[in-house]
Nanobody
Framework: QVQLVESGGGLVQPGGSLRLSCAAS?????MAWYRQAPGTQRELVAS???????FHRDFVKGRFSISRDHAKNTVYLQMNNLKPEDTAVYYC???????WGQGTQVTVSS
């Protein structure tokens, strides 16, 4: 089974940017980023197909962008204009195998 490892999280001020990475141990196809804030359910943020078609939830449209590098088996989430309500643990998911990474914490605070 392909292993997924997220990185790139951290503490950032409101209005700041972060780029999350999800590195896979093997070939990946349709992928997604989810997030989970304390006391809430995990929710879809964005997804990308093997062909590169993307989907972004309304609450991140215009601020976040999902992309991928097939040669590196890596999926990215560029997050701009971050808001305190974006604070959560961010997870990548392999939609084909339904596997999850371990998550990376993003905290947006002044």
């Amino acid at each position: 089974q392909v292993q997924l490892v997220e990185s790139g999280g951290g503490l950032v001020q409101p209005g700041g940017s972060l780029r999350l990475s999800c590195a896979a141990s093997g070939s990946i196809f349709d992928m997604a980023w989810y997030r989970q804030a304390p006391g809430t359910q995990r929710e879809l943020v964005a997804s990308i197909t093997s062909a590169g078609s993307t989907f972004h939830r309304d609450f991140v449209k215009g601020r976040f962008s999902i992309s991928r590098d097939h040669a590196k088996n890596t999926v990215y989430l560029q997050m701009n204009n971050l808001k305190p309500e974006d604070t959560a643990v961010y997870y990548c998911r392999d939609i084909t195998t339904l596997s999850w990474g371990q998550g990376t914490q993003v905290t947006v605070s002044s």
